[in-house]
């Protein structure tokens, strides 16, 4: 098993920035892909940011050139930086291991107020 810590979030203006990092526990050696989901009232779970095993990024079209994530997974460590927020990024932000099937931190709230 795998656990996830998020830390960071809060609440922000709209142009603002946040930082939100995880740190995984437990048999680190099952990561092969780090990233961040989240969930915003009224929507689906969307992937945000995602490290593979082989180190490419994957970034979700609404954050580009905005968020930018790092880490890394075979110390089972991710960072993602949030510049430029906006309302709309609001939302319960997940450290997610192994895809949407894997492992799950508790979450944690951005809020961007406009």
């Known amino acids: 098993q795998v656990q996830l810590v998020e830390s960071g979030g809060g609440l922000v203006q709209a142009?603002?920035?946040l930082r939100l990092s995880c740190a995984a526990s437990g048999n680190i050696a099952l990561i092969n892909a780090m990233g961040w989901w989240r969930r915003a009232p009224g929507s689906q779970d969307e992937m945000v940011g995602v490290i593979e095993i082989d180190g490419r990024i994957r970034l979700a079209e609404s954050v580009k050139g905005r968020f930018?994530?790092?880490?890394?997974?075979r110390k089972g460590t991710v960072t993602l930086s949030m510049n430029d927020l906006k309302?709309?990024?609001t939302a319960v932000y997940y450290c997610v291991a192994n895809g949407a099937f894997g492992f799950w931190g508790q979450g944690t709230q951005v809020t961007v107020s406009s």
């Open 15 to 17: 142009g603002g920035s």
């Open 87 to 89: 309302p709309e990024d």
């Open 68 to 73: 930018t994530i790092s880490g890394n997974n």
